[in-house]
């Protein structure tokens, strides 16, 4: 297993919308566990494969890790979702802080469904349906929305994204920075 390269904002590669996964082959095993890794030496609690370079419908999450990440030691039982599908969304929601990899140092509430039902398939491509609820849901929500080009700042209130400016348009220049 090896570490990623996270892709930070703006890069375009976040805005792109990534495809199914077709066929699980050794390729995309690899990709799942080195995202593994790659979430947890950076302390996240989801990652999508659009945030590594890949633009393939594979998430990984890890929310229990999250919830216990104070304590010692953390059991780690990360999730692999190919082909994530959100099937319903309860109409209760929820604001909460979210932060995100791809976007150091910003933190900002999101309205987010309290309770999802979803589908996808693991990496023995067998398919699952099932039910999430807080945390859990915020964060399969969060990375599906990742697959859909869709960053977590979309979906802020207005007044929060002003607040927000400036710590944007900077990470939007060390982006520029560094491809030149
Ligand atoms: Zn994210």
């Avoid at 969304?89 to 976007?103: H, K, T």
């Avoid at 859909?148 to 990470?171: C, H, K, T, V």
């Amino acid at each position: 297993m090896s570490r990623l390269k996270i892709y930070i904002y703006d890069d375009p590669i976040l805005r792109q919308v990534a495809r199914p996964v077709e066929k699980i082959t050794d390729k995309i095993r690899r990709l799942a566990a080195d995202m593994i890794e790659t979430m947890y030496d950076a302390r996240g609690v989801g990652l999508a494969a659009n945030q590594v370079g890949e633009l393939v419908r594979v998430v990984t999450v890890d929310t229990a890790w999250s919830e216990k990440r104070n304590s010692k030691p953390a059991a780690r039982n990360p999730l692999v979702l190919i082909n994530p599908e959100i099937l319903e969304e309860s109409a209760e929601d929820e604001s909460a802080s979210e932060g995100c990899l791809s976007l150091p140092e910003i933190e900002g509430d999101v309205w987010r469904s309290l309770k999802i039902r979803f589908r996808y398939q693991d990496l023995d491509g067998n398919a699952h349906e099932e039910e999430a609820t807080g945390l859990k849901a915020r964060c399969i929500q969060h990375e599906t929305d990742h697959l859909n080009g869709i960053l977590f700042i979309d979906r802020m209130a207005p007044e929060s994204r002003i607040e927000l400016a400036g710590q944007l348009s900077r990470l939007r220049e060390k982006f520029k920075a560094t491809v030149g």
